[in-house]
């Protein structure tokens, strides 16, 4: 029997939330309703004892254990010394996203959930076979997570409209071409209609 988990990708304050950097990215989610779809989607999980795991990221103020210099996106990134600073505000998921039965999964670096962390062996002791993603972005990370599911043998359901990238017709070429040959592709109106 499939047993899934919610992979909710960085739905983080200082991702999509009030202390962003990035506010081209959260008027996407707030144009196609992400924060307000995702919600619904893991409402629906939780009422039916499905697993939520928040997958986030952080650097500490060191950044001892993140690779730094090996991507354009991050050296730019951490230029500020304060971005996705461990213990702070910026790090927290979105309070409307959390509930205090939910998993979190942190990683330091990559832009995969699954590299560096034990979501895998997690997901394992829940006996998951298929998770379901939402959150950021189609540029990375939920692209990151689609692919390394699949070749950690997942199955995968992406919730197409609790999910954005940047700019938006780039995120949409990304379901439509790449997301299509990795996952299900399914609305969160119909998400626990393709099966738990």
């Not at 997690?122 to 599911?149: C, F, H, K, P, Y």
């Not at 940047?166 to 990304?174: C, R, S, T």
């Amino acid at each position: 029997m499939e047993r899934t988990a919610v992979l909710v990708m960085e739905m983080q304050r200082g991702v999509v939330g009030d202390v962003t950097r990035f506010p081209e990215l959260v008027a996407v989610c707030d144009k196609r309703r992400v924060v307000a779809n995702a919600a619904e989607v893991l409402r629906g999980a939780r009422s039916a004892g499905v697993p939520v795991i928040h997958c986030t990221a952080a650097f500490r103020a060191d950044r001892a254990g993140s690779h730094t210099r090996n991507s354009p996106f991050l050296s730019h990134l951490l230029k500020d010394p304060a971005h996705m600073l461990e213990g702070t505000g910026a790090v927290e998921v979105l309070p409307e996203l959390w509930e205090p039965g939910d998993l979190e999964s942190r990683r330091h670096h990559g832009f995969s959930p699954f590299t560096g962390t034990s979501l895998d062996m997690t997901l394992r002791s829940l006996d998951v076979t298929r998770v379901v993603a939402v959150g950021v972005s189609l540029n990375l990370g939920i692209q990151g997570l689609a692919i390394e599911a699949v070749n950690l043998g997942y199955r995968v359901t992406v919730v197409t409209d609790a999910v954005a990238g940047i700019p938006d017709d780039y995120a949409q070429a990304v379901l439509d071409h790449t997301i299509g040959l990795l996952a299900t592709r399914v609305t969160a109106a119909r998400v626990w209609e393709a099966g738990r």
